[in-house]
């Protein structure tokens, strides 16, 4: 991802304001994207990250694991930098062509459709709870184990209760708790992993020359 000498200097300033965190440089480097995105620094105490969730998100990207977002705002906002990087593929729940279904929402039934088909992939829920919430079904039933999920939807409703089901899933997540979140949030945590991911990637290449 290229930054503008702009970024660089957000960065430094939200750095300053933080001065010292409990998160790993790893999990501070997606904290800071999330910040300077939304300018909102009470995510320093929101955002929740599973053990070895970027280690093995990392892998999981690495190998091309197949992506599989809510909404279209999350993969607009995520394809450049995958083109640049590692070229995973990338599927919209929205997108999915799914029969009609009254007990669930289009988004959560397109979510549920390509779970089942890529049930090992990595799945990113930035703005539907009720795809979060069929997604986190899926993972308590056993039918899929997921790479990563990451979980920001923001809501009064629900929203606060999947993230916590996701949160004591035994799968790496990525979360934010309570009411906030958003698609902006769950394309900063992305993007700021594929960089972190495909910087370490070339690292390790270069070195096994």
């Not at 999920?149 to 790496?172: C, H, M, S, W, Y």
Request: charged share 20%.
């Amino acid at each position: 991802m290229e930054w503008h000498p702009t970024d660089a200097q957000s960065l430094a300033m939200i750095d300053r304001e933080i001065n010292q965190t409990v998160f790993s440089p790893a999990e501070y480097e997606i904290v800071r994207r999330v910040i300077y995105q939304t300018a909102d620094f009470e995510y320093l105490s929101l955002l929740r990250f599973s053990e070895k969730a970027l280690q093995l998100g990392a892998a999981a990207l690495a190998a091309r694991s197949t992506l599989v977002v809510d909404v279209s705002m999350v993969q607009v906002g995520i394809v450049p930098n995958l083109q640049d990087t590692f070229a995973n593929p990338v599927y919209c729940g929205t997108q999915a062509i799914t029969r009609p279904q009254k007990a669930k929402t289009a988004t959560a039934w397109g979510i549920e459709t390509l779970a089942k088909r890529y049930p090992e992939g990595i799945f990113v829920v930035g703005e539907s709870q009720t795809a979060l919430t069929a997604l986190v079904e899926l993972v308590e039933e056993q039918q899929i184990n997921p790479a990563l999920v990451i979980g920001t939807p923001a809501g009064f409703i629900g929203a606060n209760v999947a993230k916590e089901r996701l949160q004591d899933a035994q799968i790496p997540n990525i979360t934010v708790d309570g009411r906030k979140g958003s698609a902006v949030v769950a394309v900063a945590i992305v993007n700021g992993l594929l960089d972190l991911s495909w910087q370490a990637y070339n690292q390790s290449k270069n070195g096994a020359r």
